[in-house]
């Protein structure tokens, strides 16, 4: 069975560009979570979206955003990138959308701003 | 400031030895989830524990969660180089949708 899957792998962007991030959940998860790994941290909760609902938000500015497709895929947008704004990004899916159901992370996308 | 603190950040030991990895908080957690992250891949989800007091074992690794909920911690017996990684604890307060990773402890087991 296929696992979260995430494209791009890798991302070189420039200041001032945005970005759009895809992930595809394990087939019959219906819930999608997205952080963002910075080099020597743990991953930072940016969304989870159940049903097509978000459901939970962190700590970002507007420039994220997000959304899920009625096939609970999912995208993230980042608008202005800084620099600040390289690191891994992670997709996970879960089957509800409980934080104590198993979450399945994908391999991320490694985002680059130069 | 972490609302998770894992201690040490790095560990780097031999095959064979026992290795104890914590996480704290001063804040109660509904659960606890420990991952394994690999370099180039996400994180991997090793166990949750819920109930305070709570111990689970996966073969060499033993997971605890304090009695209180505040705090967790992983044993690792007789480590094997494929143990090493990034070790994460995680939680969730309460209804929050919004869940905590600590910064994890890096380990390095060395043949």
């Known amino acids: 069975d296929a696992g979260v899957t995430q494209s791009p792998t890798h991302l070189i962007k420039t200041r001032g560009q945005h970005v759009t991030l895809r992930c595809s959940p394990i087939?019959?998860?219906?819930?999608v979570s997205w952080y963002q790994q910075v080099l020597g941290q743990g991953p930072q909760f940016i969304f989870q979206y159940y049903e097509k609902e978000e459901r939970g938000r962190g700590n970002f500015p507007d420039r994220f955003s997000a959304r899920q497709f009625p096939n609970y895929s999912s995208e993230l947008n980042v608008n202005a990138l800084l620099l600040g704004d390289s690191a891994l990004y992670l997709c996970?899916?879960?089957?509800?959308?409980?934080?104590?159901?198993?979450?399945?992370f994908g391999d991320g996308t490694r985002l680059s701003i130069l | 400031t972490q609302l998770l603190e894992q201690s040490p950040q790095f560990l780097s030991i031999q095959e064979g030895e026992n290795l104890t990895v914590y996480c704290n908080s001063s804040?109660?957690?509904?659960?606890l989830q420990w991952y394994r992250q690999e370099p180039g891949e996400g994180p991997v989800l090793l166990v949750t524990v819920v109930t305070g007091g709570e111990v689970k074992k996966l073969k060499r690794l033993t997971f605890q969660f304090g009695d209180a909920r505040k705090d967790s911690s992983l044993h690792i017996t007789a480590a094997q180089p494929g143990d090493t990684g990034l070790y994460l604890c995680a939680g969730a307060q309460g209804g929050s949708y919004i869940p905590t990773f600590g910064r994890g402890t890096s380990l390095i087991v060395h043949p």
């Open positions: 996970a899916s879960s089957f509800l959308d409980s934080l104590n159901q198993p979450q399945h």
């Open positions: 804040s109660v957690f509904s659960s």
């Open positions: 087939s019959g998860h219906k819930s």
